[in-house]
């Protein structure tokens, strides 16, 4: 939308996470709270999106995509969401559109209810359309005030709010949708709170209704959308939630997942149908497996791994960085670093690639119908021919290649002689 622009707030502390690390970047399902935001300006179709940093600014600035849709500002001091959004009024000074300002921990809001509080806002022409969920312990939100006519007239933080008004469940998302002539005029007239010592943008409401412009709202379907992340404890809980939404989505789409109370998998991770994973199996960020898998129990899959269809990855198996053809088989405990793996390779139990030497990550070839015995260790680089085989504990040490056929065994490996058949007497 070329009449939409986008303000995530990127720049507080996160004092209650007790972290060295800025709160935008502590992850959920593999991937950090910043790019959940980001991924949703862009859906929404967002023209520009301005990413207002403060707080460890340049640890925040690494992680953020190269992309001139993109603006980094940078929020001086630290003093309240106002004066972040603030802060990035020059990124809009000249817009007649309208701008939508999301928190930069909002990684459950859906892209359906961003789009709907947007077409609201468009159809309603009103100055401000906001996001409200109700919640049964509202505990640390800033609450819904409403007047006559049940229309809010303001957001009351908690901290400044009556013991009446902390009654009520109807609390802000945190989520605005601004005419961006109304936002540049408001933003001037919010106050310092006297409390805090902050700019609060909630005050925002309050102006706006004192200026009898029209104000509404949109109330969220689902109230795990309104979940902010301020301390580990909530951050747990919005992993679990994303965790099971990402379970949920790959059974809809006939990945059989046994137990989801104990199966974690990362954002990004495609699954084909038909594959099963068993209980405690732990799939990490970019893996790919084939239709027709069984994947676990007790088995991780980590960054950068392929793995082909009709494969079976059993009870203890740890895969990084590796590409398996199809129908592979390793059932049990072992693992697989840098490797590339033909077709039908058989991996023993308790078979190792060493592919690190101290400096550098080294790969192993496993040519297809190769047979990998137990407690076999590869130490990269090694190259297995083609329908191979090494025996139980055998090491195959660096810069080895087992030729095609051959079988080699021992530690050191060394080959087999072969059998000479002796010929007939006529």
Do not use: W
Not at 72 to 82: A, C, D, H, P
Not at 377 to 384: F, G, N, S, T, W
Request: with cysteine; glycine share 10%; aromatic share 4%.
């Amino acid at each position: 939308m070329k009449d939409l622009q986008t303000i995530i707030l990127a720049a507080g502390k996160g004092t209650r996470m007790k972290s060295d690390l800025p709160k935008v970047l502590h992850p959920v399902c593999g991937q950090p709270l910043i790019d959940y935001v980001l991924d949703l300006a862009r859906r929404i179709g967002s023209a520009k999106i301005n990413v207002v940093v403060g707080h460890r600014s340049s640890q925040v600035r690494a992680v953020l995509p190269k992309d001139p849709k993109v603006r980094i500002v940078i929020q001086r001091q630290l003093k309240g969401t106002g004066d972040a959004v603030k802060s990035a009024q020059s990124q809009f000074i000249h817009f007649a559109g309208d701008v939508l300002i999301l928190s930069g921990d909002a990684v459950l809001l859906k892209t359906k209810t961003l789009k709907d509080l947007v077409l609201k806002h468009k159809k309603s022409q009103a100055a401000v359309t906001f996001l409200t969920t109700v919640m049964q312990h509202p505990e640390g939100y800033g609450r819904i005030i409403r007047g006559f006519g049940g229309k809010a007239v303001a957001i009351r933080e908690e901290k400044d709010a009556t013991e009446y008004e902390k009654n009520i469940m109807e609390i802000n998302a945190g989520v605005y949708c601004f005419r961006a002539p109304v936002l540049r005029e408001a933003i001037r007239h919010i106050k310092l709170n006297p409390k805090k010592k902050e700019y609060y943008l909630t005050d925002i409401i309050a102006h706006l209704t004192e200026q009898k412009a029209r104000i509404e709202t949109l109330e969220t379907e689902d109230p795990a959308e309104g979940l902010g992340i301020n301390t580990r404890i909530e951050l747990a809980r919005v992993e679990d939630i994303m965790r099971q939404r990402i379970l949920r989505q790959l059974m809809l789409n006939g990945v059989t997942v046994v137990d989801p109370q104990t199966t974690y998998v990362h954002q990004n991770v495609i699954i084909g149908r038909d594959t099963v994973i068993r209980p405690f199996t732990f799939i990490e960020s970019d893996v790919r497996i084939g239709p027709h898998c069984q994947i676990g129990p007790f088995a991780r899959l980590r960054p950068g791994t392929r793995i082909g269809s009709g494969v079976q990855l059993g009870n203890y198996v740890e895969v990084s960085r590796t590409r398996m053809g199809r129908q592979c088989v390793m059932k049990h405990f072992g693992f697989l670093g840098d490797a590339r793996i033909g077709s039908k390779v058989n991996i023993g139990a308790g078979a190792v690639t060493a592919n690190y030497d101290g400096k550098n990550k080294n790969v192993t070839q496993i040519a297809e119908h190769a047979f990998i015995g137990s407690d076999t260790i590869l130490v990269a680089p090694v190259k297995i021919g083609k329908k191979s085989m090494t025996g139980a504990g055998s090491v195959v040490t660096r810069g080895r290649s087992v030729p095609a056929g051959r079988v080699v065994v021992g530690a050191p490996a060394r080959l087999l002689e072969r059998k000479v058949k002796a010929k007939r007497k006529k």
